[in-house]
């Protein structure tokens, strides 16, 4: 999981993507699992001490919990305040440290991403997207390369779909995670550099930190 936040923090220009990072990457190390309670209490502690580039959608699902709302209640009102406009790239920049944690299971992996993504962004885009970017990082670890890795996702029924709107999504600075996704697998597949992402990315810091988090998986 180091090596992966390594890559985050390298490739996150402000540092929200890689805090949210670091504490899914201590819940797991401290419940030896991955504990939907416990990363949900986490997040919302951050929201209330020091919470910064978080994004809209989390910014406003913790808003409404910090205020009384049920969990699920949050996330759905956030959903339909937003016009069904969850599908952002934040549960994919801070969940790709579950690729590196052994405990789970590769074929486990594809549920605890979705199940990680639905704490904050209702749209299945969102989970899916997350999923990707959690899988393609865990079939780096375990020695595939770039291609074979890509290969797998296309294959996996689950992802399938989602795969077929990465690749007609868009090279764009945006925050939808399939045009996210889509771009950094451009920088990747092109032997870009991680400051040739950080400068496309822009303010918005988005495309960036899925590069640095893909590269560190690649390197032995």
């Not at 801070?94 to 590769?106: E, H, V, W, Y």
């Not at 704490?119 to 989970?127: L, Q, R």
């Amino acid at each position: 999981m180091n090596k992966i936040l390594i890559g985050i923090k390298n490739g996150d220009v402000i540092g929200g993507p890689y805090h949210l990072a670091s504490l899914l990457s201590n819940s797991l190390s401290q419940n030896n699992n991955f504990s939907i309670l416990d990363i949900k209490n986490k997040y919302l502690n951050w929201w209330k001490n020091e919470a910064f580039d978080t994004g809209p959608t989390f910014a406003s699902v913790f808003s409404k919990i910090e205020n009384g709302m049920v969990h699920e209640e949050a996330v759905l009102k956030t959903h339909k305040e937003f016009d069904g406009n969850t599908a952002g790239c934040g549960p994919a920049h801070r969940a790709s440290p579950l690729a590196g944690f052994d405990n789970i299971k590769t074929e486990k992996l594809i549920e605890v991403a979705r199940d990680e993504a639905k704490i904050t962004h209702y749209h299945e885009d969102a989970g899916n997207g997350s999923a990707i970017v959690v899988m393609l990082c865990r079939y780096l670890l375990e020695g595939k390369n770039f291609h074979e890795a890509q290969e797998l996702i296309f294959n996996n029924n689950e992802l399938k779909n989602s795969w077929e709107k990465v690749q007609n999504a868009q090279l764009k600075p945006d925050g939808y995670i399939f045009n996210v996704i889509h771009s950094a697998l451009y920088f990747v597949r092109e032997n870009k550099s991680l400051n040739d992402a950080i400068k496309f990315s822009g303010k918005a810091n988005y495309c960036s930190v899925l590069v640095g988090a893909i590269m560190a998986c690649l390197k032995k």
